[in-house]
């Protein structure tokens, strides 16, 4: 288990790193799209090649973000239901759910995306709007944004089975609050309630 927790370090400051990196994205959209519309109606100047890289660049925060907002329990989920059962069920739950669905979703997504992106690499795909960009780029962040989610998936797996064995922290106690964490079962030490990212207490 030791060297599988030592894995799941690796996978998460990897996410870590891209949760960086999505802030980043945000501004750089934010500044294209100013400035597009700033040329237009000051300049009456436009570029396809600005209005496409404006959703390449959107469709890259939320793919390459997935794996970051599961890793700081940011990604949806039923509380309603959740909220009322133990840290332990709920731990288990999310196993089922990583075993069951999300990692076959993820090979599946990969599988399914890559021929596409392997495609209009080799045949220099371009737009059909008049100076478009190339379109295997925004292809790829399909594989790699599942693909990034597949390891976070896996790092997430290890560590609630770590949990569930006593020899790590809970998981579900990243993003929580102190009290949601005492209501449904503490961890016994002050890491347990803050939890740490990427090795970085939060």
């Not at 870590?16 to 959209?29: C, F, M, Q, R």
């Not at 332990?88 to 990692?103: A, E, K």
């Amino acid at each position: 288990m030791k060297i599988l927790l030592r894995l799941s370090r690796v996978i998460d400051g990897i996410s870590s790193l891209l949760g960086k990196l999505i802030p980043w994205l945000v501004l750089a959209a934010v500044l294209i799209s100013a400035a597009n519309a700033v040329a237009r109606k000051a300049f009456n100047l436009s570029s396809n090649a600005f209005l496409e890289i404006q959703w390449y660049l959107f469709a890259g925060v939320f793919l390459l973000g997935a794996g970051y907002a599961f890793l700081v329990n940011a990604h949806v989920r039923i509380d309603v239901l959740a909220g009322k059962l133990a840290m332990r069920t709920r731990n288990l739950i999310d196993i089922v759910g990583i075993l069951v669905f999300l990692l076959p979703l993820c090979g599946f997504m990969i599988h399914l995306s890559w021929p596409y992106v392997w495609q209009a690499y080799t045949s220099g795909e371009i737009s059909q709007n008049y100076g478009g960009l190339i379109r295997w780029p925004a292809y790829a962040l399909v594989p790699i944004g599942f693909g990034f989610l597949g390891l976070q998936a896996l790092s997430e797996l290890i560590k609630r089975l770590a949990f569930l064995k006593g020899q790590g922290p809970n998981p579900l106690a990243v993003g929580s609050t102190e009290e949601e964490v005492i209501e449904h079962g503490h961890l016994g030490d002050a890491t347990a309630v803050t939890g740490t990212v990427g090795g970085v207490t939060k």
